[in-house]
């Protein structure tokens, strides 16, 4: 959901009633409450939904402040062929406000313990979307024995920012750039400062602070989300992974990284977008190759790591081409059991 919406920003430039029976639309009543709610820390819960029996267990990480249903059209179909898991992260869905910053450290450390907590034995094969890409590399770093395999579905890439900014006309320097950034970043911190009082709809702080219907779910799971994204705890969320996305997670990935070995592999990227109202096609194919680049990146950390461009798929592929991500899933699925 808002990884979606927020795709844009991440570039650093870049009716659902009649829908429900769309294979693109998600109108699971599971998502409509939480699962299991896993206790990581004393008086602190992640709610987590597993479907399905089977080793290697498939644990899903969400893009940007996205919930479990974002997985809703791919989790039931891996779920018919193994174990398949994905969770809220702090503040996020049905998780309880975070403690600390949405870094991607502490978000691998709260995954860490929501696994250990359920009782799921690892290996896992790890599959991630946007944002999600970005933690799901950190843990594969951090705690490698535990990993059967990895799938990253458009991922975000630390350096991206870095990227766009050196392909900028503009030629920004990165405190230029950050000053760019800081009244967007003023607005979630003015909503998450608001949120303790609640929002009245229709004001014009709701329609700052509210996301959009999102076309993707169906009526009744974006009233929950509607009714979740104005809480505290996911004003603060959403605030803090905003802060930590190309700042502290990139410090952390650098310090990090290492190879990966014969890991079974799988990075899908999303079509070449087409030219933006405001860019030259120079300028767009540009940026259509460093994200290719990022990706192929990505996929050079194991020796039989693979990227895939997914043809008419946007940023959204779990959505888009919702097959190709199973696929993907189930062939490292196969190459982990053997």
């Known amino acids: 959901m808002h990884s979606v919406r927020v795709f844009a920003t991440l570039l650093i430039v870049g009716t659902c009633a009649a829908a429900a029976a769309d294979p693109h639309v998600v109108a699971d ?27 290697p267990t498939v644990v899903f990480e969400s893009g940007l402040t996205d919930e479990t249903s ?29 403690r600390r910053p949405a870094s991607s450290q502490n978000i691998v450390d709260d995954l860490h313990r929501l696994l250990t907590a359920a009782k799921i034995k690892s290996p896992y094969i790890l599959v991630s979307h946007s944002l999600g890409g970005v933690h799901a590399k950190l843990f594969a770093y951090l705690h490698r024995d535990d990993i059967a395999g990895l799938v990253f579905v458009d991922p975000s890439h630390e350096d991206q920012r870095e990227g766009y900014r050196l392909l900028d006309p503009r030629g920004l320097s990165p405190q230029q750039l950050q000053q760019l950034l800081e009244p967007g970043l003023n607005t979630r911190r003015t909503c998450a400062a608001l949120a303790i009082y609640g929002f009245e709809p229709g004001t014009d702080a709701y329609k700052k602070c509210s996301f959009a219907h999102d076309a993707h ?47 079974p592999l799988i990075v899908l990227t999303e079509s070449p977008q087409p030219r933006g109202k405001t860019e030259t096609q120079e300028q767009r194919d540009a940026k259509n190759r460093l994200w290719l680049s990022l990706n192929q990146d990505i996929a050079t950390l194991s020796t039989r790591g693979v990227d895939r461009v997914v043809a008419g798929a946007g940023h959204a592929i779990q959505f888009d081409q919702p097959q190709a991500v199973v696929d993907a899933i189930l062939e490292v699925l196969a190459a982990a059991r053997r």
Do not use: K
């Not at 929950?224 to 803090?240: G, K």
């Open 217 to 263: 779910y169906d009526d009744a799971i974006n009233a929950v989300h509607v009714r979740i994204d104005m809480l505290p705890a996911f004003q603060n969320a959403q605030l803090s992974e905003e802060e930590n996305m190309f700042t502290t997670n990139t410090a952390q990935l650098h310090a990090a990284r290492r190879p990966l070995g014969d890991l």
């Open 70 to 98: 974002t997985w809703g059209l791919v989790q039931p179909a891996v779920a018919r062929n193994t174990r398949a898991c994905s969770y809220d992260r702090a503040g996020v869905g049905f998780s309880d406000a975070g």
């Open 29 to 55: 009543a599971a998502y409509l409450h939480a699962q299991q709610r896993v206790e990581v820390e004393h008086g602190r819960r992640l709610n987590l939904y597993c479907l399905g029996r089977g080793t």
